[in-house]
Each structure stands twice: as C-alpha cells, then as structure tokens.
C-alpha cells in the first residue's frame, strides 16, 4: 500500500539554489496539499490543489510554487532557497467534496538550507 | 476556524486507557471535531472525526460533550506505539478541506 510517496526523503541546499520536491498518491484522491512543519511546531499549508488543474495558495505560499502536472502527482519548488525555508515538507491528500475527508500523508521531506 | 487548546504533554502507561482532552469553546455548529496523530519521523495519520455524537473506531472512541465545547480522545489500551503528538482539530464542513494544526499534545507510553 504505498498512499502518498514523496521524493526525495533527504536534501542539502547552497542558499539561492533551486529544487522541486515530488509528491504522488495512488489513490485516486482529487485534493492534494503541501505541508512544512518547523521543528516544535504544527503543519502550516503552503499550496493546495483542490482538483487537477487548480492550485491555490495556503498560510505560507512566499517563496514557493507548484504545479498539479496530473491527478496522482503534485510537485513544490523552491526556485531560490533560503535558510528560512529549512524544514520538513510533508505532502497530503484526499478525496473531493466539503465535510470531513481525511487527509492521507506522506513520510515528508527533510530539507536543510545552508 | 475556530481554535483548540490541548494540553502540552501527557503519559501513560503500557496498557492503561488513556484520555486526551480537547477544548474548542468557540466551535460553530457546522465544525466538525477531528484527530490525528504523528508518530516519530512520520507524517501526520488520520485518528477519527465527530460532530455531534461520540464516535468509535478500530484506533480509538472520541467522546463529545453535550455543549460541544470540549472533546476527548480515549485510546482503550495503550501500547508504546501510540507515543506521538495528538492534534485536535476543527474543521468547517462549508470551508476548503486544509487542516489548520496547533502544537497538540505529546503523549508518552512507559512500558
């Protein structure tokens, strides 16, 4: 049962170099969602494609872009890394439609930026 | 969305029940009442949801006051896999489907 895969597991940036961080679900979810998680806190949302051909902008969308390139997969890019941004990125999905859906989540992906 | 408040950290031991506790005073009438959790290294799983009555799943019960203005998550026996920080969360059934994450509560299980 894979769910939702997210590659790479582990990365080291230089600040200003650029990345695209890769998420894919299995499960034919419409919604998918991009997470980072600072150490001692809770998730904050970054992006979010409700469907496939839409993206929308979360709590912290500055620095960030992404792209819905089909229904299973949903890539993050960093076009210029910051420090700031070191930080675990976890991605999410879930079926369409309003009400409680559960959000099905990836192991994420370690970033360090130096 | 309105806001919960969990208490920072809590334990247990192997095999005792155990109550995490939720305040939302502030929850609409349209919020619905969902948990996760996050185990170490992990990401973040889906525990259970509830509006209005308690409800129970093969992972726990979530037990709802009348008034609504606090839950509580009860894990039956816990097991030292259950060791991970609970989130509470309230969820709008008209609004977007993104979760809006808190610190939530650290539980530690000593065997």
């Known amino acids: 049962n894979a769910g939702v895969t997210q590659t790479p597991k582990f990365q080291v940036l230089k600040t200003g170099q650029s990345m695209t961080l890769q998420c894919a679900q299995d499960?034919?979810?419409?919604?998918m969602y991009w997470y980072r998680q600072d150490p001692g806190m809770g998730l904050r949302l970054i992006y979010y494609s409700a469907s496939e051909g839409t993206t929308d902008k979360g709590e912290v969308p500055n620095g960030y872009n992404v792209s819905r390139l089909n229904k299973r997969e949903f890539s993050l890019r960093l076009e210029s890394a910051a420090p700031s941004q070191t930080s675990v990125y976890f991605c999410?999905?879930?079926?369409?439609?309003?009400?409680?859906?559960?959000?099905?989540f990836g192991d994420g992906t370690r970033l360090s930026i130096l | 969305d309105a806001k919960t408040t969990q208490p920072n950290s809590m334990e247990s031991n192997e095999e005792e029940p155990v109550h995490l506790p939720c305040n939302h005073s502030t929850i609409s009438g349209t919020d619905y009442i969902h948990w996760y959790r996050q185990l170490p290294s992990q990401g973040p799983e889906y525990v259970i949801h509830g509006l209005t009555s308690n409800v129970n799943n093969r992972m726990a019960s979530l037990a709802i006051a009348e008034d609504r203005k606090s839950s509580t998550l009860i894990l039956h026996r816990a097991t030292l896999r259950d060791a991970a920080v609970y989130y509470c969360?309230?969820?709008?059934?008209?609004?977007?489907?993104?979760?809006?994450f808190g610190k939530g509560t650290t539980l530690s299980v000593s065997s």
């Open positions: 999410a999905s879930s079926e369409a439609g309003q009400g409680p859906r559960p959000q099905h």
């Open positions: 969360i309230l969820r709008d059934r008209q609004a977007g489907t993104a979760l809006i």
């Open positions: 499960m034919n979810h419409n919604s």
